[in-house]
């Protein structure tokens, strides 16, 4: 039931209270800045999206097994879906900063293994060494490079790997 | 009182008192506090048509978005980049009143019963107005948009719901495609209109909704968002640039809070954490409600007394009435049919309702519709009693609610109190049923101006009493010896004052003259003696 008993004092506290809302908005809309990585950091993002090799081999069936089969499905080859999961390692300057096992994606495990991490590093000299492995039945990793690289601050460094030339890339 | 209800109720306490003091130089009307969501709805019209402007010059690739919108921001900056930056402050805007509401409905306890769908069609609009949000910032394809289209990226791909994860769109510059850019375009502008209908749900159930603020508030919020994109323009960051994590950014804080609360925790706990604030909100309707907030039976229509001539139908807050051919046959004619689930037993329709008047002459005043829990026939016999009991040289009968500021404690000798479910419920005739009977003056109260526990029961009123509704209160009766005062609860003080001032003024003003003659009911009635004995009525 209070109200101002003067409009001009109305109309000077209705402003007030409006620049108040402009300032709360202009203030948050991009104050206090954030900085995602501190400044003497760089990224290294390892990233790809990789089927490994299948499990085993495909088999030739034999005329007794194709003659039990409905006659559109009697294909002479039979080829399981299921694929390798995808073993990877990556080690800075010698130290392992990670390891992980992809698991082939979908229900019958025949889809692309799929792996995103974010790993930060200083700026500056850096030994880096990726092992990928992708066939279950291979002793060992089947790829891998390293390289001496120089990371400057707030670099993305892209580890990628190119199924077509079969290398891990960097990028 | 459970611990939720003690927060829920200290809540309340603290936004009434920020109300009121924003009631001192807005009015109660006008107060930006009481008009949230029709603010919101505001925001969201400046967003949408600034929008559209913005999308007509935008460049949809990856490599011209961000020059067409740096363009628009400095070479045309007295059109394209004040729009730009109105766009900005509206959607900040937006989602500060959106919260707010959300906020302030909750403090009220208007989450359940036959606000429950209001309620629930709320709560995934949350969702789609910070997916508008969000994705408005990669459009510009800036430091910042890069920044916040990565975290999301992330962010959703520690669901793994993607056959592809959504980070490798964004790994190197080469990775971010036109095609890409159009989806993102796409998603800006159809989720929005997702919003746009979801809106249209949210509000099915209210009858007259405030999808725009008063034209004075409307205006002040439009030029204060115009001020500040003059004087605070909104401009670009660097380019985006996926080969380097952008620097410190002035991080919109309203949308983008996400992100760090990502990265300062894990994806899978800012998941978690939106998911129980969802899943909160959408089943708070359906848990353990305080015995305040339990259903109150609903209005009954009397076919009888029902002419159907659809006031109560235009005056319903909730679009709970609907009209059906009446029982009785006679062509063209209505009867009002009560919706149960739309109800909110506010009783507005029985003081809508011509039948609900006092003069009638039946001895049982059964009228149209009625609250069965105050019937209005048993408040014509409450006032008569209460007019009889009146001593003093200045009676005063008052009409409040049980929403608004406690009017029982006015209750004395020179004073009868009456608590309705609402105002809107009080028929005006019986103001000047009340005169007629011995009362000196008429006090009415209830909540303040948009404040309303049921919406419009003190419009309703305020305009069926000055005669600018119907039921209209006739003009013969003398206005000096009405006076509204509304008064929220907790203003039991004030109202209290109010009373005080409307006495002296009441003393001031002498005995009414003669007045019209009440007319006796019938005569199977027992004539109130009081009100005989009173001298202002002939019986």
Known sequence: MAMFASKPLAWISQGLLYALFALGIATFSSWPKYQNLPPDQALIKLSFTHSGKRVADCTQRTPAELAKLPPNMRAPMQCPRERSPVSVEVDLDGAPIFRHVAEPSGLSRDGASTVYQRLQASAGEHRLAVRLKDNARSAGFDYSRSATLTLKPGQVLVIDFDAEKGEITFI | ?539
């Open chain 2, 1 to 539: 009182m459970s611990l939720p209800d003690a927060i829920r109720s200290g809540g309340l306490l603290v936004y009434r008192r920020l109300e009121h003091i924003f009631d001192a130089p807005f009015g109660a009307a006008l107060n930006p506090w009481r008009n949230l969501g029709a603010l919101g709805f505001l925001f969201f019209w400046i967003v949408a048509v600034s929008g559209v402007y913005l999308f007509a010059v935008l460049d949809t690739s990856s490599s011209g978005a961000y020059r067409s919108i740096d363009w628009l921001t400095h070479e045309q900056w007295y059109l394209g980049g004040v729009l730009r930056s109105l766009h900005r402050y509206a959607a900040d805007g937006f989602i500060v009143v959106t919260l707010l509401h959300v906020l302030r409905e909750f403090l009220f306890g208007r989450y359940t019963g036959f606000r429950r769908f209001s309620w629930l069609t709320g709560v995934p609009l949350l969702w789609f107005a910070y997916v508008s949000g969000i994705g408005g910032f990669w459009l510009n394809w800036d430091r910042l948009g890069q920044f916040s289209a990565v975290a999301t990226a992330e962010w959703l791909d520690s669901l793994s719901i993607f056959a592809t994860p959504m980070t490798r769109n964004f790994l190197t510059n080469a990775a971010v495609s036109d095609r890409l850019f159009s989806l993102l375009v796409f998603i800006h502008i159809g989720v929005p209109l997702l919003l746009i209908f979801g809106l249209w749900f949210h509000i099915q159930r209210i009858s007259r909704a405030a999808v725009f603020p008063p034209r004075p508030l409307a205006l002040g919020a439009f030029a204060t968002l115009l001020a500040l994109a003059l004087a605070a323009p909104v401009v670009s960051q660097a380019p985006a640039d996926l080969a380097s994590v952008p620097g410190p950014l002035p991080l919109d804080w309203f949308y983008l809070f996400l992100h760090p609360l990502m990265y300062a925790t894990s994806p899978g706990s800012v998941w978690a954490l939106l998911a129980a604030a969802s899943v909160l909100l959408f089943l708070l309707p359906f848990l353990p409600q305080p015995r305040q907030l339990a259903a109150q039976p609903i209005a009954q229509v009397h076919p009888d007394n029902c002419n159907g001539c659809r006031r109560c139908f235009d005056d319903c807050p909730y679009a709970a009435i609907g009209m059906i051919p009446h029982p009785n046959g006679k062509p063209g004619m209505q009867l009002a049919q009560v919706i149960p689930d739309l109800c909110a037993s506010c009783g507005i329709c029985a003081g809508s309702c011509p039948s609900a008047t006092p003069f009638r002459s039946a001895g049982e005043l059964v009228t149209g519709i009625d609250m069965p829990q105050l019937p209005i026939g048993a408040l014509r016999q409450a006032l008569e009693d209460k007019l009889a009991a009146l001593r003093g040289d200045s009676k005063i009968v008052v009409f409040g609610c049980d929403q608004g500021a406690r009017s029982d404690a006015l209750a004395g000798q020179e004073v009868a109190s009456f608590s309705l479910i609402c105002t809107g419920m009080l028929p005006p005739s019986f103001v000047e049923y009340a005169l007629r009977g011995g009362a000196d003056g008429v006090l009415v109260t209830g909540c303040r101006a948009a404040g309303c526990a049921f919406r419009l029961g003190n419009r309703w009123t305020e305009e069926r009493l000055l005669g600018a509704r119907e039921p209209h209160l006739r003009t013969s009766v003398d206005r000096q010896r009405i006076c509204i005062a509304w008064a929220d609860p907790g203003e039991e003080q004030e109202l209290h004052a109010a009373l005080a001032n409307f006495r002296s003024r009441i003393a001031a003003l002498g005995a009414p003259a003669a007045s019209s003659p009440m007319p006796l009911p019938d005569s199977t009635r027992t004539p109130p003696k009081r009100i005989a004995a009173h001298g202002h009525v002939r019986l």
